[in-house]
């Protein structure tokens, strides 16, 4: 079986806000308990729809990453009060510079071509960083209002055919 990954930005992309900027940049992850869970996920459908797009990447072996220029410890609290599943590594600001080289270096580390990776940012300079540091990536753009039902539906749809992360 091949490996596959799908590496998930944090700020505008699974969450709906950017929470970066919403805490000041502050490195407390207790700040979060002022945040609403519909601030952060955007309603219980769209929380729901990330739970079941966890549990397909789960369910298909698929590594999620989440890689963010976001504090780690953040993003970790966040997405276990979310409870959305499993997620293999987590990258914060304190070792991510560029999202390229961030994404290159875990796909090495797991043996992955980057075909069969997905990478999906709100920042078109991720995107474009990403994209040409790991050519070959399926890079999906999200809104800055984070992943909605189009961007939800093309991961699923990637995530539960295989034959799909070769094109």
Known sequence: MVRRAVFLDFDQTISTTHVWKLLGGKKD?????????????????????LRKLWKSMEDQGVDV??????WRDIVESALKRADFGSTLSICGRETVRKKGVAVASILDRYNIESKNACFV???????????????????IPSPTSGLQEEQINHLLEWVSNPKAATS
């Open 29 to 49: 992850p207790s700040l979060l308990r002022n945040v609403s869970d519909d601030r952060l996920w955007g309603g219980k459908d769209r929380e729901n729809s």
């Open 65 to 70: 990453h989440v890689i963010s220029h976001n």
């Open 121 to 139: 940012d709100d920042d078109a300079t991720n995107i474009y960083d990403v994209s040409h540091t790991c050519p070959g990536i399926n890079a």
